[in-house]
């Protein structure tokens, strides 16, 4: 019912910036939010930023306030990750996700996924 799509994963080295999109189609008008998870290899997925689809609101794990911003694009029904100052921690798959209720910022709240676009840092 709603199709994800993730870009803009890259190589970088520490201390730069990488802009992550999402665009969404399908029955996007019945997502309560979208948001953004990542993988590092062995670890378990974590949410690293959500948005209210209505709203605008948003949500951040501790560990990159201040350096990541997520927006989005109503016209374009997109959802964009900012990452600034990266480290090498941030390295990971990054997953796009949209969930259609309200619900925790965990993987299990979230209904649609895309197939994720891969982020590495290196020192």
């Known amino acids: 019912q709603v199709q994800l799509e993730e870009s803009g994963g890259g190589l970088v080295q520490a201390g730069g910036s990488l802009r992550l999109s999402c665009a969404a189609s399908?029955?996007?008008?019945?997502?309560?939010?979208m948001g953004w998870f990542r993988q590092a290899p062995g670890k378990e997925r974590e949410f690293v930023a959500a948005?209210?689809?209505?709203?605008?609101?948003?949500y951040y794990t501790d560990s990159v306030k201040g350096r990541f911003t997520i927006f989005r694009d109503d016209a374009k029904n997109t959802v964009y990750l900012q990452m600034n100052s990266l480290k090498p921690e941030d390295t990971g798959v990054y997953y796009c996700?949209?969930?259609?209720?309200?619900?925790?910022?965990?993987?299990?709240?979230?209904?649609?996924w895309g197939q994720g676009t891969q982020v590495t840092v290196s020192s």
């Open positions: 399908g029955r996007t008008f019945s997502s309560y939010a």
């Open positions: 948005i209210s689809w209505r709203s605008g609101r948003t």
């Open positions: 996700a949209a969930a259609n209720r309200l619900g925790l910022l965990r993987p299990s709240s979230f209904d649609y």
